[in-house]
């Protein structure tokens, strides 16, 4: 059985907590700005220098490549303050969750010297390359291929809904390096590709209300030099897969539409029983699936890989970022205005986009069909 | 859990193994299991809750858990988890005997009257669990404005009623019984407070009938075929399994941070493990049932012993509905700036990861 242990904070964490907390005070006033929604925040390179600056980005890694070598737990505090008050987190956002994490695990010695430092200065911003037209779900049937030349590779493919891809600067690339012959999990790498590379174009794909959120990144004979490949050439499955637990459990996984319920309270009359039973409710789960969020960065601080409870955890938190938006929307009643005040703009926003909160990092379907697989397995073990 | 804890629920779940068995429990029907009780009170374990033994409420919500796992028809968590707790903590000594507890129900009128040195207690106490196996019902009683602790003992004629999972809830008059003086004593226990432990124990056991709902589905799925394969094979049952293990993950995490709160905190944390324990309760035992098909919802299979108990316990200690408004009485007190800050507390206990 899956047991998820409750963890207070230390003395320093609560410190952190209360530093992060007055950053985020000062330069968010509630009422003075339109929150971001999470991991679909716009991009503020200025924003995030600053929190650079405070030594909040690339924070676990260590003191070797240029950082403060802090815990996911304490990254988890910092990240969870940002996305409660909308902070546009979008820049360094994939850079600082997953690309640190892996270049640490999983980087050569020139890589780690030559990316880290950058990350943690918050000069060097990432996307995601993996998914393409026909490869979402089933992410190990990617067609992007490499093919050897001298000193490298050459990148042929194209990838589809490739978040932020138009001011970072590098892309975590996952492609085919050697063909396809029976398993199709063989055979795959990743490679981190510049941006700027001859060969390459970004093309914006527009969100359904006109934002320019992700983009098709096209390569054609894109020349990425052999220390660009991270880890193994042919392990980039298992690299992918390992990102995971970094990936889906933390608190952007249920504080999305976080901001919206902060602006409902603060800028619109709610009282009455029904308001009381559908608001406690709420914060029960919110209670619930934040220290579960919270006991899953404890384990990773551990060595634990806890991959199962990561993908339990988004499933039911981006499930639930949409029950917070359905009972503001039934409290709220009326007509959503999209163009009133900054309530009513960001709960329009909140809505339209909803949908994506269930689809992208793996859809939920996808994440209760790993679990159950997980479950039933252990359940034999047992047996 | 920490080494002793572990300890005490292997204990308990050997006790349930060896004790109360299929067998065992099909032979005792729905009379009392005195052989299982008897076990359970050599063991030291009916007075678990004695303020004096240093037990608190971490080992006693693994005792709850461990109820809720066997589904075991014993006033276990109320003689250990709440009478013991209740009468020892105003410094009385918990009796010999089967000493259940009353349940905080919301119709509850206890009074004491001084009587020469002593008192009498005038009331009613409502679904009381297991008043007709018990020898006395401790309970919260008000004589003279304060609050006390008192220890009655059952009168013969109580009114028999029962929950869904068929366990006793019966309600017990008292008319002007005379107490000796020391058994009665002030208590900083009152009604709420009796009810707030409550809650946070029914939740525990909660988890645990949840957590064999959840095996039992899962080895059900594993072995039953149908389409010439393991239903387990279908992803439609395959997404039952997973909610029913999200929402059992939920109820054992909300009962811990319970267990962990700070004392500004427990009110909070309290109402949010009940509600958890609430709301999954529909769910686990909607999927649960569905995994089974028919052969789930027949007397001979053990399902049942665990969803008739969710159905009921959904309601003791307050409903989950009382609980959520509770909830949500603080959060609009709290307002939109106060609300994060509340959600994020730390609970208790440093790393203690
Ligand atoms: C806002 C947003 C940002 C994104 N950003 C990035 C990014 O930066 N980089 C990147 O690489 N990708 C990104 N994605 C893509 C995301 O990872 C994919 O959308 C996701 O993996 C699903 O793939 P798909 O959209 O092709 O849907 P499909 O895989 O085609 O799925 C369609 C439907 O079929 C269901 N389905 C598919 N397979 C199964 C199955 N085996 N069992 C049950 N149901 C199944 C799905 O659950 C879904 O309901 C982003 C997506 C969104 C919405």
Redesign the interface.
Known sequence: ??????????ED??KLRTEVREFVAEEFP?GTYLPELGINAAADPEFSRRLAARGWVGMVVPEEYGGPGRSA?ERFLVV?ELL?AGAPVGAHWVADRQTAPVILSFGSERLKREFLPRIVAGDAFFCLGMSEPDSGSDLASVRTRATRTEGGWLLNGRKVWTSGAQYCHYAMTLCRTSPQEGRKHVGLSQLIVDLTSDGLTVSPIRLLNGQHHFNEVVFTDVFVPDHMVLGEIGSGWHQVTSELAYERSGPDRFLTT?PV??????FRE??G?E??????????????????SL?IA?SLD?GEVPAVEAT?VK??GTSFEHDVLDLVRDLTGGEQEPDGDLFGRLLAEATVTAPTFTLRGGTN?VL??V???H??RE??RA? | MSDELQLLDGTLRAIFAKHFDRDTRAATGREFPRDLWTVLDKAGLTALGDVESGAGLAELVVLARAVGRAAAPVPLVETAGLAAWLVTGAGLDLPPGITTCAAAHPDDDLTLARSGDGWTATGVLHRVPWGRDSDQVAAVATGEGTAFAVVLPIPDDVRRGTNLGEEPRDTVRFDGVALAADAVAPTTVDHDALRERGAVLRAASMGGAMESALELSLAYAGEREQFGQPISSFQAVQHHLVAIAEETMCTGMAVQLAVSATAEQAAFAVAAAKNTAGRAARIVTKRAHQVHGAIGVTDEHALPWFTTRLWAWQDEFGTTRDWAARLGRGVLADGGAGLWPRLSASVGGGDAG
């Not at chain 1, 308001?275 to 579960?292: D, F, H, I, Q, S």
Request: a positive charge; hydrophobic letters at 45%.
């Open positions: 059985m899956i047991e998820f242990r409750p963890s207070g904070l230390t964490e609560e509630s737990t969870e409660a976080f319920l902060r602006y409902f309270l603060d709610v009282s029983p308001a009381e039973l559908r608001l406690g409710a709420l914060a029960a789960r919110y209670w619930v699936l934040r220290n579960m006991s404890r551990q339990l499933d039911l379907e209760r069909t679990a159950a697989k479950l039933l359940k034999r047996l």
